[in-house]
């Protein structure tokens, strides 16, 4: 298990930005692979972007393509998710969750974060 922290959610308006943290304590931070995730109210969990351990492997969900970026510094033991032009339909609870690779069932990863609530509304 590895502990995990998001933090940066909030209220943003329609076009606006945010970014997101998923911090770790653990000491094996860089043997993880991180995904971010998101859940409406009344909605299935839904992956939106995760990173291999070193970073050399990204992928987004096509809602997210060219608006969210996805990066991480090991030294930090930190991911980042950059939303930008941010939509209503973002809004939802995001979680990090990590696991040895990013899988495409959010089900199989193992240590997941509290969750933070983002809220694009004018």
């Known amino acids: 298990q590895l502990p995990l922290v998001e933090s940066g959610g909030g209220l943003v308006q329609p076009g606006g930005s945010l970014r997101l943290s998923c911090a770790s304590s653990?000491?094996?931070?860089?043997?993880?692979?991180i995904g971010w995730f998101r859940q409406a109210p009344g909605k299935e969990r839904e992956g939106v972007a995760c990173?291999?351990?070193?970073?050399?492997?990204?992928n987004y969900a096509d809602s997210v393509k060219g608006r969210f970026t996805i990066s991480r510094d090991n030294a930090k033991s930190t991911v980042y998710l950059q939303m930008n032009s941010l939509k209503p339909e973002d809004t939802a609870v995001y979680y990090c969750a990590g696991d040895y690779t990013c899988y495409k069932d959010y089900k199989l990863f193992g240590s997941w974060g509290q969750g933070t609530q983002v809220t694009v509304s004018s």
């Open positions: 653990g000491g094996t931070f860089d043997y993880y692979a």
């Open positions: 990173i291999s351990s070193r970073g050399g492997s990204i």
